[in-house]
């Protein structure tokens, strides 16, 4: 085991050793451990395959911050082995590999790079035709990465809000001491922190020649921090975006937090850069970063003979930790002239440490098989990127390189911050950023300790201020920077394998030909090389990507810029977008009635409704009998959970006149009128009953699912019209039974007197407000089921009584409950359209036969423009009716609709009609299949093709006769 003594080790518990194992053998790690530090200790470097050449690859950053550490868990694929923490039994496997990790057979791909050049697929295999199809499966299977165990379980995730005064991502030096100064002002502060403990670089980095300073500090800032009652923290938690007016949703473990603060403090960092040279992705090569989190965090010993080849002075710290902990310093290798701190030499010299200066690492020399380096080739720099044409061997079994920081810009510039370059210190800097925003410490070009610890309490202080609060500390000045940037950290070689971005094994070359090519654009050269679009998202790919496109395009990286950062900051599983498996549970008043009486229930929407009456086992036999029953005599149905919308106001009649298709402006009160809605793009998105009460005011129903996205869009669209209107969704208010059959009236009239309900003093469509068992109530003479119907709506807490009142009123002509599948099959016989399962995000009016509910005198509705446009085009698609014989293979909703060996539609709706004696449906179908007494082919379970034959619609009662009764 590689591991070093205490006080090394800040994350693990030497007490608790964990069995794993890693390509079928066994390892042992402990407590703390990342699978990739436990690896390391146990002397495996070699931890996955790149993703093009299947080239070895150890780990980089130690950090989470690159793709070189790849790893398949048995439930979940690409993890990253340097940020997952190690279990009991975890069972790791390697992963993009062709044979075994060890004796990968694709690894000979590496010899045939220059024939794979950037962009080789896009230019060589589109042609002859066709034959993109033969070599896809191929270079698929050989880039391919984790694979997914299909039969996973979800596991529980959920969501959380979270309010705070000021929210500080970031716990380094900078975050704390800004979480402090907010704080300490009586500010509630969130501090955000991605890795398990808090202190960020002073839990790895050295900051002066003694070693002892950062510890130091960040016992100090702990306890703190940790014990003030006005910050709460998130550790293990990332920010993975920021929004408009700090909308931050932050990931921690299972949970999606959604925080909204007033104030937001960025102090994110920087990444530590590699340098580019000839097999600088091998194991055995990391940034200089990574080999002090192995020691510092998991008390690892990243090698015995190490180079440290460096742009900055933070190098030459590493190698004394390095030294320290009983690694042999073989050489710092320093690309500049010297270093800025004069102490540094005497330091190095003191423990006998080579130093050689204006010089690099040419290349990284390997031993057979390229499994870890096991010496390098230094030599003088002699111009920008170009070095001697000799120079010397070291041996070495690890390199530490560092060509200077990144700052960790993404969420800043999602913010709308601009980077801009300063050649003179080869540095980005940020502006531009909104208000209420704000950065320190490094992310800020901050990076000598004093002065990022300044960075942070002045951050923390303007703040306070901005939220009003009084501040006892000063300002506090800033002191001298030394250069951290080496500015040219590229040296190409002539045999290649120089790499720039390790995700995507792009080389300097590949780069260069980009511009060559044409593509001198950063964002082109992106999307045709597609550097910066693997894992790493460019953490340690953009800066270099950036010189080498303004160095061939002859301009400077000011102009270049690097790449769009968009969210997410890290990857993200569908789970934390989606949340926990959440149902609401909702039931009408009448729910009691319904288990009573033997329903079966189903879910609709957030509610629960019966779905028929009667025996689970017999549900065809079931609900033909409830249908029956309506046709024949009198049913009835809870329709509680149709959405319900009061509109009133003087602009109410408008305000539907914009929203819904048809027109309403001239709608007589006492009556309704079928109401279809559709968005701007002209899609229907759902419909109902608009019943007009009074001048101004109406009620209007919507889909049971759809009603609360209705209210959303009718408020949304009247904020910017700002029409006199109220509306109100009063869907749990009300309770509403739909009475249907030929006796419906029959039952009524035992129940309602004070209003005439024969068919001339209550019309089809007609509106009424009465009594009904002595309850106030809105009644309305709707037809969805095809029969003389009544729907009563009442105040929700009088449903129940309704429902008895009824039920005893229907004695006498053997009423009896139907459910929501029966009423669905009646509906069907009369063809009428159920949204989101007749329709779905592409139809348009004209393609359910809905023209007639489009009102062609009034000059705008929601979506108008699109539906004159899609209308203006020739139908590609139309719903229709079809039938196949009693006895028949029965569609399903979803079987396909073929036309030759081409699919040109789907079923949405199919039951088998007694009332019709036959099977029928609804379909979408190509134009030249949809007209009556055509057949067309409906591939059903099995893979058998049924010939159904197009049916006018609607299927029962076509002139509309008994609803109108």
């Given at each position: ?243 408009t007016d700090n909308y931050l949703p932050v990931i921690q473990g299972k949970r999606l937090y959604k925080v909204r603060a007033r104030q ?702």
């Amino acid at each position: 085991m590689n591991r070093l003594p205490a006080p090394m080790g800040l994350l693990i518990d030497r007490d608790q050793p964990l069995d794993f194992s890693f390509d079928g053998h066994r390892y042992q790690g402990l407590q703390g451990d990342s699978i990739a530090s436990a690896l390391l200790a146990n002397g495996r470097f070699l931890i996955s395959r790149s993703f093009k050449y299947h080239r070895p690859r150890g780990p980089l950053t130690m950090a989470g911050q690159d793709a070189n550490s790849l790893v398949q868990l048995p439930q979940e694929p690409n993890v990253l082995a340097d940020a997952h923490a190690l279990s009991a039994g975890l069972q790791v496997t390697a992963q993009n590999v062709n044979g075994s990790l060890d004796n990968d057979k694709d690894a000979y791909l590496g010899k045939f790079s220059k024939f794979m050049p950037v962009g080789f697929y896009y230019r060589s295999f589109y042609k002859p035709k066709g034959m993109w199809k033969i070599w896809e499966p191929i270079i698929r299977k050989k880039a391919g990465l984790g694979v997914l165990d299909l039969t996973f379980q979800p596991e529980y995730y959920d969501k959380a809000y979270l309010f705070t005064d000021v929210a500080v991502i970031g716990a380094g030096p900078a975050g704390l001491h800004a979480a402090l100064t907010t704080a300490n002002a009586g500010a509630k502060v969130l501090l955000i922190e991605q890795q398990p403990v808090l202190g960020g670089s002073l839990t790895y980095a050295r900051f002066d020649i003694e070693g002892n300073r950062a510890e130091t500090l960040r016992r100090e800032l702990l306890a703190a921090v940790e014990q003030h009652a006005n910050i709460r923290i998130l550790t293990e938690a990332t920010c993975n975006a920021w929004f408009t007016d700090n909308y931050l949703p932050v990931i921690q473990g299972k949970r999606l937090y959604k925080v909204r603060a007033r104030q937001c403090l960025v102090c994110s960092g920087a990444f530590d850069q590699p340098v580019v040279f000839r097999n600088n992705d091998l194991p055995g090569v990391m940034l200089t970063s990574a080999a002090q989190r192995l020691m510092k965090l998991y008390a690892v010993k990243p090698g015995n003979r190490a180079v440290v080849l460096t742009g900055n002075d933070d190098g030459y710290l590493a190698a004394l930790d390095l030294h320290d902990q009983g690694v042999k310093v073989v050489a710092v290798v320093d690309m500049r002239q010297g270093p800025s701190d004069e102490s540094l030499p005497g330091a190095l010299a003191q423990r006998k440490i080579y130093l050689q200066c204006n010089s690099t690492v040419y290349e990284a020399l390997h031993e057979k098989g390229m499994r870890h380096i096991n010496g390098v080739d230094v030599r003088m720099i002699t111009a920008q990127g170009q070095v001697a044409a000799s120079g010397q061997h070291l041996d070495c079994d690890v390199l530490c390189m560092s060509a200077g920081y990144m700052p960790v810009y993404q969420l800043l510039c999602q913010a709308g911050g601009k980077l801009a370059y300063d050649d003179q210190r080869a540095e980005f800097t940020i502006s531009g950023l909104p208000q209420n925003l704000n950065v320190a410490g490094s992310v800020n070009a901050r990076h000598r300790l004093d002065n990022v610890i300044a960075d942070g309490v002045n951050a923390g202080t303007e703040a306070a201020l901005a939220l009003g609060l009084v501040v006892g500390a000063q300002r506090v000045p800033f002191s001298g920077e030394a250069r951290v940037n080496f500015n040219w950290p590229i040296f190409p070689h002539p045999k290649g394998k120089d790499f720039v971005d390790f995700d995507e094994d792009l080389q300097v070359a590949d780069i260069v030909n980009a511009t060559r090519i044409g593509y001198r654009d950063v964002q082109l050269v992106k999307r045709y090389s597609t550097v910066g679009m693997g894992p790493s998202q460019g953490r340690h790919s953009a800066l270099p990507t950036a010189r080498l496109v303004a160095w061939a395009t002859q301009r400077n990286i000011s102009e270049t810029g690097v790449t769009t950062a968009r969210p997410p900051f890290v990857a993200e599983k569908l789970a934390h977008v989606a949340g926990r498996a959440f149902d609401p549970y909702r039931q009408t008043p009448m729910h009691a009635r319904h288990l009573q009486a033997g329903a079966k229930m189903m879910p609709a929407g957030i509610w629960q409704r019966p779905a028929y009456f009667g025996n689970a086992k017999e549900r065809e036999a079931c609900m033909q009998a409830e249908a029956l029953h309506v046709r024949n005599k009198v049913g009835l149905i809870d329709v509680s959970t149709l959405g319900g919308l009061d509109v009133r106001g003087p602009d109410a009649a408008e305000l539907l006149n914009r929203m819904y298709t048809f027109a309403f402006l001239k709608q007589p009160i006492g009556r309704s009128r079928y109401a279809l809605m559709t968005n701007e793009h002209g899609v229907v998105i759902d419909d109902g009953v608009c019943a007009r009460l009074a001048e101004n005011h109406f009620y209007v129903t919507a889909t049971t699912s759809g009603v609360d996205r209705i209210y959303q869009q009718m408020l949304k669209w009247n904020a910017q019209w700002r029409l006199d209107v109220d509306v109100a969704n009063v869907t749990a208010a009300i309770c509403a039974v739909n009475v249907a059959g030929p006796d419906s009236r029959k039952v009524l009239e035992q129940v309602c007197t004070d209003l005439d309900l024969s068919a001339e003093g209550f019309p089809y469509l007609g509106v009424r407000q009465g009594t009904v068992a002595g309850i106030k109530a809105r009644l309305l003479r709707v037809g969805f089921v095809g029969e003389l119907g009544y729907e009563i709506h009442v105040p929700a807490r009088h449903g129940l009584e309704l429902w008895d009142a009824l039920t005893d009123a229907g004695k006498a002509f053997d009423i009896r409950p139907f459910g929501v599948e029966t009423q669905r099959l009646l509906r069907l016989e009369k063809g009428h359209v159920i949204i989101s399962q007749d329709t779905d995000g592409m139809t348009h009016p004209a393609e359910i036969d809905m023209g007639w509910a489009v009102s062609r005198n009034k000059p705008f509705f929601v979506g108008r423009r699109s539906v004159d446009i899609l209308e203006a085009q020739p139908l590609k698609r139309k719903l229709v009716g079809f039938a196949l014989p009693k006895g028949s293979l029965q569609p399903l909703e979803g079987h396909l609709v073929l036309k030759g060996p081409d699919i040109s539609g789907n079923v949405t709706s199919c039951e088998y009609s007694a009332s019709l004696g036959k099977i029928i449906g609804l379909a979408y179908a190509g134009i030249d299949q949809s007209t009556p007494g055509q057949r067309i082919p409906i591939r059903v379970e099995g893979g058998i093709v049924v010939q159904a034959e197009v049916v006018k619609l609607p299927f029962f009662d076509p002139d509309n006769q008994r609803q109108e009764l």
